[in-house]
């Protein structure tokens, strides 16, 4: 991976960064059996003092974790290692509960996305124009060939988000996004921790009326390893994940009906005597 300059970046962050704020930026980072990408994604990362990078490692059975430690020698990279795997989803969320930054990121460590993105991801909570920015590569640039269970997955995803919870998210698997630190709620009582995670996780945002958006960035093929994913699987817990959010947000509806009645109904002041 060559080198990445961050110049703009940096002016932009250094220029808004409050006085009394330790970390501006969170990335948090979950590796499972990564040993042949993780250092150099670590070496490629923005790196400034208001710049916190989280790395979860879950339970890998390679050398994923002394190459997270060869890094830690050169740089401020904390790891959290989790002795007993427990899935893609409840890695994000060990680094949520210990990240401290107004923006968090999280990016996969397979190597297919491109740090140089992260500028792309965070400008629009920076200008107030979002508060959950996903990276799609349908709206930028994919260099591999797609799956087209894959491409036909995510449509239906989309088609479903779009019609029962009023927001369009084409690449709505993606693992590349950034969150304002003031929507982190989302991620309390989640129930997806593997598969459909990235899916509750949009459905949460849109539920509470958070302005969600896709910004384009680059991805590349995996040179090591291979998808975990297991269709199957991922199609029972995201029909599952729809059905539950579609009868919270019924209730929800409900609820908000039932409080605006009362609010229209007239106090009566009795006089006792």
Do not use: W
Not at 80 to 88: L, P, S, V
């Amino acid at each position: 991976m060559k080198s990445i300059t961050y110049t703009e970046m940096y002016n932009h962050l250094e220029k808004i960064k409050p006085k009394q704020v330790r970390y501006l930026i969170s990335l948090i980072i979950p590796v499972y059996n990564e040993e042949k990408t993780i250092f150099s994604i670590l070496t490629n990362l923005p790196n400034k003092d208001y710049i916190e990078i989280i790395v979860i490692d879950d339970n890998s059975i390679d050398n994923s974790v002394k190459e997270i430690e060869k890094i830690q020698k050169i740089r401020n990279v904390k790891l959290i290692k989790h002795y007993k795997n427990q899935g893609y989803g409840k890695a994000i969320l060990t680094g949520i509960e210990h990240c401290e930054g107004k923006i968090i990121i999280t990016m996969d460590s397979d190597g297919q996305h491109s740090p140089d993105d992260i500028y792309t991801l965070i400008k629009p909570i920076l200008n107030g124009e979002a508060d959950y920015v996903i990276g799609s590569r349908y709206l930028g640039t994919y260099h591999y060939e797609l799956p087209l269970s894959t491409r036909i997955g995510e449509i239906i995803v989309e088609i479903m988000i779009r019609i029962f919870f009023g927001c369009k998210v084409v690449n709505n698997q993606g693992g590349f996004r950034a969150f304002d630190r003031k929507i982190l709620k989302i991620f309390h009582n989640i129930q997806y921790k593997n598969y459909a995670f990235t899916t509750e996780l949009i459905l949460r945002a849109a539920i509470y009326g958070y302005k969600i958006k896709e910004c384009p960035i680059k991805l590349v093929d995996r040179i090591h390893g291979s998808s975990r994913i297991i269709l199957n699987k991922l199609a029972f817990n995201l029909l599952s994940c729809f059905c539950r959010y579609l009868i919270l947000k019924f209730k929800l509806k409900i609820s908000r009906k039932n409080e605006i009645e009362f609010k229209k109904k007239p106090i009566i002041f009795r006089e006792i005597y």
